[in-house]
């Protein structure tokens, strides 16, 4: 199980990126966004389906992430977006916490053992909160951005006042 698994008293679910970086001659990695606590597409006895945000790889295009169980090798499996082609497939500790159906992310570094295409290499996933501000900040800003406009109004019209006298 990951180590920090959040609980289910989180008032809100967080944004997490998860950045996953090969050391091989390419330099190939994987970047993606999802939930702390996402919804799986898809869940078995041994496997949770996520679909992710802002996918960004050298591996390909993808969409899904596959997210093994310590009962089959643990680690995390990327697919193209037709869910076609198995782009990358490393093993190690379960990367989420709960359960297959209702699993958990927390910030954390871990060392994959690369399966596919990449042996020898070592991988490593790093999962870090990305920050989210808070309603009360979007409040502030708005307010703020809207009384910069009330104020660049009224300069422009007390020079429209002054050039017209």
Avoid at 14 to 24: P, R
Avoid at 40 to 46: A, I, K, V
Wanted: hydrophobic share 40%; charged share 15%; proline share 7%.
């Amino acid at each position: 199980m990951a180590g920090g698994a959040l609980t289910a008293s989180a008032a809100r679910a967080e944004v997490l990126e998860f950045d996953l970086a090969i050391s091989d001659a390419n330099s190939d990695y994987a970047t993606w966004t999802q939930s702390d606590a996402p919804t799986p597409m898809l869940s078995n006895f041994e496997t949770t389906r996520i679909p992710v945000g802002n996918p960004s790889s050298s591996l390909g295009t993808f969409s899904i992430i596959n997210f093994d169980s310590s009962g089959f090798h643990g680690g995390l499996r990327i697919y193209t977006t037709d869910d076609q082609t198995l782009l990358f497939w490393g093993v190690g500790p379960q990367i989420f916490g709960g359960s297959v159906a209702a699993p958990t992310f927390a910030p954390e570094t871990i060392d994959l053992t690369p399966i596919i295409s990449y042996s020898g290499d070592s991988v490593t996933l790093t999962i870090t909160a990305v920050p989210v501000p808070e309603p009360a900040s979007w409040t502030l800003m708005i307010v703020g951005i809207g009384g910069l406009g009330a104020a660049l109004r009224a300069t422009r019209r007390s020079r429209l006042v002054a050039q017209a006298a």
